[in-house]
């Protein structure tokens, strides 16, 4: 990565044509940067494989649930199973291609499902035009796709938001039973409708009790932590991000290096002057 910072800044000059007198290297300066990227290309991949398995879990569930006849912890078996190969898939998919959009795609399509289900779980959900069943997943899935879609055009931000949102949601359902809050109905509600082939309406009942007050004043100030403490890494996860090179490309560039043919600035023509002044500055080489 070091020597790529190098690189780079050493082209852009030549392309402006500037000269150079000397380059100066901070080692230390070099080894944190490397040092840096590697943590947060971990991290993102730990993001993505979260993702994908949320969301290949989800997807999983709700189509072995509703075409299978199976029992219900052979459903459960077979939709963890499900989960895990989609967020390995997902995550070959990033080792592969390194491209951001797949890693927006799925926090998006996740955190507006989320979103979707939570704002029909209140109160609203009760409103006539969400019992028809066309109309109620219409409406979700024009949820889940609004959110998904703003999180492309503000891809850093939304990240950091659905990240936090749903991590903590995901930790605080570990402690739903425990406590006897309903949080977790927020997604049960929506598998239960799509499982049920009986069920074409839904009810819901105004839910915050003393226990669920706690449980979602918790629930939004873990989610704004986490928020601040993506937000405030937010320049070098921007750069983690965007100058992530694609593993097929980095290995085809490693199988082809030794084919590769260095051009000393002296033999390159683009950048000679037509005609050569007595007192002009050129290019040195560097020591091969």
Known sequence: MALYKIYSAISEARKNKKFFVAVSLDVK???????????????????????????????????????????????????????????????????????????????????????????????????????????????????????????????????????????????????DDFVGTRLSYIILNIIKRAVSRTLIFAANDFPFQTNDIIMSTIWVVLSLIAMIIWLRKRQTTVYGITKANSGYFTYSLARNRESLVYLPPEHDITHQPLLRENNAVFYQTFPQ
Not at 45 to 55: A, E, W, Y
Not at 60 to 86: D, H, R
Not at 89 to 116: A, C, M
Not at 127 to 149: D, H, P, Q, R, Y
Request: hydrophobic share 60%; net charge neutral.
């Open 29 to 175: 300066s070099a080894y944190d940067s490397v040092h840096v990227d590697d943590l947060i290309l971990k991290y993102l991949q730990l993001v993505i494989l979260f993702f994908g398995l949320l969301m290949s879990f989800l997807v999983g569930f709700i189509l072995t649930g509703k075409y299978l006849s199976f029992s219900k912890e052979s459903i459960a078996e077979l939709s963890m199973v499900i989960g895990i190969l989609g967020g390995l898939f997902f995550l070959f998919l990033w080792l592969w291609l390194r491209h951001p959009i797949i890693l927006f795609l799925l926090n998006g399509f996740v955190f507006g499902f989320l979103i979707s289900a939570t704002i029909i779980y209140t109160p609203l959900g009760n409103i006539e035009i969400f019992i028809n069943n066309k109309n109620f997943w219409s409406l979700l899935s024009l949820g889940t796709l609004c959110i998904a879609v703003f999180t492309i055009a503000v891809p850093f931000l939304m990240t950091a938001v659905g990240s936090s949102v749903v991590g903590c949601y995901i930790m605080l359902l570990f402690y």
